[in-house]
């Protein structure tokens, strides 16, 4: 059984292209007519470069919840925290535990849609946010 070797590869490998996508998109402007239309925005650019970057981000992010759900299986009976039992159980609706040796791109996927659409913060929030107006409690 491979175990979890491959996804903190791709994790690396993910985060080397946000440092990739963090280069100014300005870099890339070119002058045009003899130096007189040297303005073209590079907006457009910077926006697709900061939109792939979140999503490499969301998948960064659950690689590493997906890691770190794995490894909470190892501690019991140890109980998780209110916040990171309810993410595990979040994610366990969603990915069973490893017992045997499958493709990990189907449960990347899986609790990558659980970062991107909000569900985590939403369960983890739902027990660690006091009352409306009161202070936070963790």
């Known amino acids: 059984m491979s175990g979890f070797m491959i996804p903190p590869y791709v994790s690396a490998a993910l985060a080397g292209e946000n440092r990739a996508l963090a280069a100014p998109a300005s870099v890339h402007t070119v002058p045009t007519c003899a130096g007189q ?3 073209v925005s590079m907006g457009t650019t910077a926006a697709i470069q900061a939109r792939q970057a979140v999503v490499n981000a969301e998948r960064i992010v659950a690689i ?5 759900a794995e490894a909470l299986e190892f501690h019991a009976p140890l ?3 209110a916040g990171t039992g309810r993410a595990h159980a979040a994610i366990r609706e969603r990915v069973a535990p490893r017992d045997t ?3 990990m791109a189907p449960d990347i996927d899986a609790v990558t849609t659980l970062v991107a659409d909000g569900t985590l913060s939403r369960v983890v929030a739902d ?3 006091a009352h409306e107006g009161a202070p936070r409690v963790d």
């Open 64 to 68: 590493e919840l997906l890691c770190a």
């Open 127 to 129: 027990v660690t946010t």
């Open 79 to 81: 109980a998780a925290g």
């Open 37 to 39: 239309e040297d303005h």
């Open 101 to 103: 040796d499958r493709i």
